[in-house]
């Protein structure tokens, strides 16, 4: 079952913050984000193992529920650069360890204007 | 250090043609994933591949749909007799051998439009 993302869509001015929830049905292994540009191909930005981790890159952070099966994404002063559309990619659990198989989220439309 | 390599970025097939999308992965991987994105869609997995074997196949259409990593050259990914829903971006990565979890690189893909 795909993970479910929100929200959909938000816009935001440079400087400003933003939160993307990532939340699965299934118990999970992993969580991956990425972010794609239009026509771009999607691009790598972390994983995250269970163990209720939070990583950091730049000035976008993540963390990673295992219990609630929930992950956030936290871009902080965000920058032009930023816009794109924000997926996650989660690997369920199973007990020979990971799968290396990402289910990946219905994503999130960030626009970050001037 | 290439990364993963994808060609053709642009195919047309007419409806009940053969297409062939090939995918490099980057250097020092051996597993191989593909995805497929209808437009204004998310990412949905199709295949997972090592060298020689398919490891996971669940995305797959039962039908007309193949994938290989043979030991010597690309992954490939076959669709036979192409019908106007198969137009979509198909998405290689490529991560590291072993257990992961890994981070998955992703080609620029290859855009299928079906007439």
């Known amino acids: 079952q795909q993970p479910v993302q929100s929200p959909q869509a938000v816009i935001l001015r440079e400087g400003e913050d933003a939160v993307i929830n990532c939340s699965s049905s299934k118990a999970l292994y992993s969580v991956h984000w990425y972010r794609q540009k239009h026509g771009e191909a999607p691009v790598f930005l972390m994983i995250?193992?269970?163990?209720?981790e939070q990583k950091g890159h730049e000035k976008i952070s993540a963390s990673f529920n295992e219990k609630k099966q929930q992950s956030s994404l936290y871009l902080t002063a965000s920058q032009l650069s930023y816009s794109g559309t924000y997926f996650c990619?989660?690997?369920?659990?199973?007990?020979?360890?990971?799968?290396?198989?990402?289910?990946f989220g219905t994503g999130t439309l960030l626009a970050v204007q001037p | 250090n290439a990364g993963v390599m994808q060609n053709p970025r642009h195919l047309v097939r007419r409806r009940g043609q053969e297409a062939r999308l090939r995918c490099s992965p980057m250097k020092g991987h051996s597993h191989v994933y593909w995805y497929r994105q209808l437009p204004e869609e998310g990412l949905k997995f199709m295949v997972y591949l090592q060298k020689e074997n398919i490891i996971d196949e669940s995305g797959m259409p039962k039908e007309r749909f193949s994938a290989e990593f043979p030991k010597e050259g690309p992954s490939i990914l076959r669709i036979q007799q192409v019908v106007r829903g198969d137009s979509a971006a198909y998405f290689c990565?490529?991560?590291?051998?072993?257990?992961?979890?890994?981070?998955?690189?992703f080609g620029p893909g290859t855009r299928l439009t079906v007439t």
């Open positions: 990619g989660t690997e369920a659990y199973s007990y020979g360890g990971a799968t290396n198989k990402l289910i």
């Open positions: 995250l193992l269970k163990g209720g």
């Open positions: 990565a490529s991560s590291l051998p072993g257990t992961g979890p890994y981070e998955q690189y």
